[in-house]
């Protein structure tokens, strides 16, 4: 119980269900690029992202100075469940059609980036 009750919390907040619902579009992001998304500063995106990650909602990946975040490994398929539903109702709200334009903008711009999966596979070449 203990379980849902931090998951839905989290997802209560309209910012922070619109960085899930950004996440469950693009596999990662970091917080320059949610903030530019989202129009919103730097730490109040920080701040409901730590939520979203005390909840287990979102996990973090640390490349170099970059923080890429993504939906959580380890979310439930319930979990997974109640994301993908409520991406499929709200659809055709004008919020979410405005965050993924902005996301598509970013996508444009994230050919380099640590969180794009290219960066990723570059960054994976340099360790390895």
């Given at each position: 119980m203990e379980q849902a009750t931090h998951f839905f919390h989290a997802l209560s907040n309209e910012i922070r269900l619109r960085i899930v619902l950004l996440l469950a579009s693009e596999p990662q992001l970091s917080v320059c690029q949610l903030v530019r998304i989202l129009g919103l500063s730097q730490p109040k995106v920080s701040r409901h992202l730590a939520v979203l990650r005390d909840a287990g909602v979102?996990?973090?990946?640390?490349?170099?100075?970059w923080i890429c975040?993504?939906?959580g490994q380890t979310l439930q398929p319930w979990q997974r469940k109640v994301v993908e539903a409520t991406r499929e109702d709200v659809r055709e709200t004008a919020q979410y059609i405005e965050d993924q334009r902005k996301l598509?903008?970013?996508r444009k711009m994230m050919t380099n980036h640590p969180c794009a999966p290219q960066g990723k596979q570059?960054?994976?070449e340099l360790v390895a």
């Open positions: 979102v996990t973090v990946d640390r490349r170099a100075q975040y993504s939906l598509e903008e970013v570059k960054n994976e």
